[in-house]
């Protein structure tokens, strides 16, 4: 069940804060069209987009890799941190990916934005080599949101791919509706074991320093790991 008080504040804040009206109009489109041609209504909530945007502001981030792309409303946002950003998405659905790509041009962000179709652990790791061999930039920021199974996986690479001190990974749907704190719920689901596994590897890694923040509103209860690269 979804609280409406918190409903009531994502729509009473977004009407103040979220007032970019190309974007708007950008993200609008993406969420029409995303769902005219099939695709789940699983994005990001406004709030966390414009999070990740605000993220990649911060982390002064020229490079974001994102593994789960969907219609790309989430990439829209951050897209939108800067004119210059560049944004590496990974998306095993061909079919989502050729809408996302429709979305980008409406939004007038297409050329900054390179789509990669495939399974992302095919991906990633060649996208690593490129980055070895001085071919490809390394990634200010990098949001996480595709199969949660493999969560660390992503995770550790992202560590490996970040552009050092001051960059950020984001993860999402880490409190699964507070599954995440019960074991027993980690034996019955893979993405609930994946969720634990990426925090309390997180926890032990060196590379980073991160916290989980639980959120309410649109989307049911849930909450993202935030991780700053040492
Ligand atoms: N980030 C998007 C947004 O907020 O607009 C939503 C992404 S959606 C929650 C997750 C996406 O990850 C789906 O489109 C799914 O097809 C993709 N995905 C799932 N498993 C994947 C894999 N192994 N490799 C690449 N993409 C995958």
Not at 19 to 34: E, F, G, P, Q, V
Not at 94 to 122: M, Y
Not at 146 to 157: G, H, L, Q, T, V
């Amino acid at each position: 069940e979804q609280d409406p008080r918190a409903i009531a504040v994502d729509t009473y804040t977004a009407t103040h804060l979220h007032n970019d009206t190309a974007l708007n109009k950008a993200l609008n489109h993406c969420i029409s069209n995303s769902a005219d041609n099939g695709l789940r209504d699983i994005a990001v909530f406004p709030a966390f987009g414009k999070f990740l945007m605000l993220q990649a502001r911060l982390a002064r981030a020229s490079h974001i890799l994102e593994v789960g792309l969907l219609g790309g409303y989430s990439t829209i946002w951050m897209a939108f941190a800067n004119p210059e950003v560049k944004i590496t998405t990974l998306e095993i659905d061909e079919h989502a990916a050729e809408v996302a790509k429709k979305n980008f041009e409406v939004a007038g962000v297409a050329s900054r934005i390179e789509v990669l179709v495939g399974t992302a652990l095919d991906i990633l790791p060649t996208l690593e080599k490129e980055i070895q061999e001085g071919k490809r930039e390394k990634y200010g920021l990098a949001f996480i949101d595709a199969d949660k199974e493999n969560n660390w996986s992503y995770f550790d690479y992202a560590a490996k791919m970040s552009a050092g001190t001051g960059s950020v990974i984001v993860v999402d749907n880490v409190v699964r509706a507070g599954a995440v704190a019960d074991e027993e719920e980690a034996k019955k689901d893979e993405r609930v074991a994946g969720t634990r596994k990426v925090i309390e590897n997180a926890g032990r890694d060196g590379r980073v320093d991160a916290t989980v923040v639980q959120t309410v509103g649109e989307k049911s209860y849930d909450g993202f790991l935030l991780a700053y690269v040492k």
